[in-house]
């Protein structure tokens, strides 16, 4: 699908946060700055906005690997695997820990084997017209008869 503004993302982001349940997770693909960390920032904000909570200030997590973002009943884990090296680094950042407990959201998750059953892949990529981006996203587990 072509996504030619942030509001229309937003719609996106919105449909999958309707269907998240703790336990699911996202994986974000894409080229640097084609949107990856604007997708899990409309989608957090949606999650704060539909808990009536203050918006959070989303940031690529590039240097700190990870961010949480307590959403009452459970927590939202936003990863940028950008840095890391291997399949080793990745048990070193504690990414599978409790994950049954929060929404996990990954941008370069490229580097990860063993892929968690429940979960959208959402690959961005740029259109033709720099300002748009083309969007495919595909359904896994218990996930998978959502269409969009």
């Known amino acids: 699908m072509k996504i030619s503004s942030i509001r229309e993302l937003g719609k996106i982001a919105d449909k999958i946060k ?5 336990g699911d997770a996202v994986f974000l693909y894409g080229e640097i700055g084609v949107g990856k960390t604007t997708f899990a920032r409309l989608l957090i904000n949606g999650f ?3 808990k009536k909570m203050k918006k ?6 590039t240097f700190n690997i990870v961010f949480e973002y307590e959403i009452k009943e459970f927590t939202i884990k936003h990863f940028d695997l950008y840095r890391l090296k291997n399949s080793n680094d990745i048990k070193n950042v ?4 409790n994950l049954e407990q929060s929404i996990t959201l990954i941008e370069w998750p490229e580097l ?5 059953e429940n979960r959208f892949d959402l690959f961005f ?11 495919i996203i595909k ?3 218990r996930l998978k008869n959502h269409e969009f």
Not at 94 to 97: I, Q, T
Not at 112 to 116: E, F, L
Not at 125 to 135: C, F, G, M, T, V
């Open 94 to 97: 504690g990414l599978f820990e």
């Open 48 to 50: 704060e906005n539909k």
């Open 125 to 135: 990529k740029y259109a033709e017209d720099y300002n748009e981006r083309s969007l």
């Open 18 to 22: 309707k269907i998240l349940l703790p």
């Open 56 to 61: 959070s200030e989303v940031l690529s997590p």
């Open 112 to 116: 990860i084997i063993n892929k968690p």
């Open 139 to 141: 359904t896994n587990g």
